[in-house]
């Protein structure tokens, strides 16, 4: 059987629900708990809420600023199928980094079926741009900017790995100095034809220029990988090609097991310090 890209459209369906192996744990347990882990971090954080990096009303971003000058920025890109949620449900990525020491930044994006895939990519590199360009307002240092993502924001750190930052966007070709791509989208191949292609809507030749698994990695900086070791079988075959096609590429890989974890309590693990992935990702950015 070919986990990554089933044959059959039962299976592969099955293969890409993130839902199917909890049933309604999502709705019922997963989504509440993350907006109200987001709602302490607001409270409990130093925060600036919708600072615009960009002309769209979508393209906005909470920053949670470090208290002293100098900090590491991490970036974080959030999941929802490319579909759905916002900054507002993923403030708690900063529970654990910013009282660390980093300055974290969390954006929102435009969605799809309203827009391309290539719109949200294209948000997401002038994210990263703009916030290179602004790190110092907010006690951060340019130079250590780390970039991290869950699910399709997995696939987006993906995505900006394989950009041309001197070329396409004048900053040093080597801007983002670490990634962490937790439970990622790399080959949308499969994605195409099963469910989620009723709104990525997405042709043959974008889907080879939006899949990071083909695309050569620009930026060589270190990467951490993680998936939950319950999760369908098409995330843990994305993640571990993705991860052979870094390292074939020279790029230097830590590999963060999560036994136990489903897809989104996979995403819990960034708010606990003493967790193995929150632990790596503090150690990769100095802190």
């Known amino acids: 059987m070919d986990a990554l890209?089933?044959?059959?459209?039962?299976?592969?369906?099955?293969?890409?629900?993130?839902?199917?192996?909890?049933?309604?744990k999502f709705e019922k347990e997963y989504l509440p708990g993350f907006t109200t882990f987001s709602q302490a971090a607001r409270r409990k954080l130093p925060v600036r809420r919708d600072v615009a990096y960009g002309p769209?009303?979508?393209?906005?971003?909470?920053?949670?600023?470090?208290a002293r000058p100098g900090a590491p920025l991490m970036l974080y890109l959030h999941g929802g199928y490319w579909r759905m949620l916002t900054k507002d449900e993923n403030s708690f990525v900063a529970t654990a980094l910013q009282p660390a020491g980093?300055?974290?930044?969390?954006?929102?994006?435009?969605?799809c079926p309203d827009v391309h895939l290539d719109i949200i990519v294209h948000q997401c590199r002038a994210f990263i741009a703009w916030a290179w360009r602004n790190a110092g307002f907010y006690n951060a240092d340019p130079s250590r900017i780390y970039i991290s993502g869950h699910?399709?924001?997995?696939?987006?750190?993906g995505m900006m790995l394989s950009t041309d930052w001197?070329?396409?966007?004048g900053l040093p070709a080597d801007a983002i100095k670490g990634a962490v791509a937790i439970s990622g989208l790399f080959d949308l191949k499969p994605l195409a034809r099963a469910f989620t292609g009723e709104w990525l809507q997405i042709a043959p030749n974008a889907?080879?220029?939006?899949?990071?698994?083909?695309?050569?990695?620009k930026s060589k900086c270190p990467v951490i990988v993680a998936v939950g070791a319950d999760e369908s079988p098409g995330f843990l075959s994305q993640t571990e090609i993705y991860t052979k096609h870094l390292k074939a590429n020279g790029v230097p890989v830590t590999e963060v097991p999560l036994p136990g974890h489903d897809h989104f309590s996979a995403w819990n693990e960034v708010m606990d310090p003493s967790r193995p992935l929150t632990k790596a990702v503090l150690k990769m950015m100095g802190l």
């Open 151 to 157: 699910s399709a924001g997995g696939h987006l750190v």
């Open 5 to 24: 890209n089933p044959a059959d459209q039962a299976e592969l369906d099955r293969a890409y629900s993130a839902r199917a192996p909890i049933g309604d």
């Open 56 to 66: 769209h009303r979508d393209e906005v971003c909470d920053v949670f600023p470090a």
């Open 166 to 169: 001197a070329r396409d966007y």
């Open 207 to 217: 889907v080879a220029r939006n899949s990071p698994a083909k695309l050569a990695p």
């Open 102 to 111: 980093a300055t974290v930044m969390v954006n929102t994006y435009s969605l």
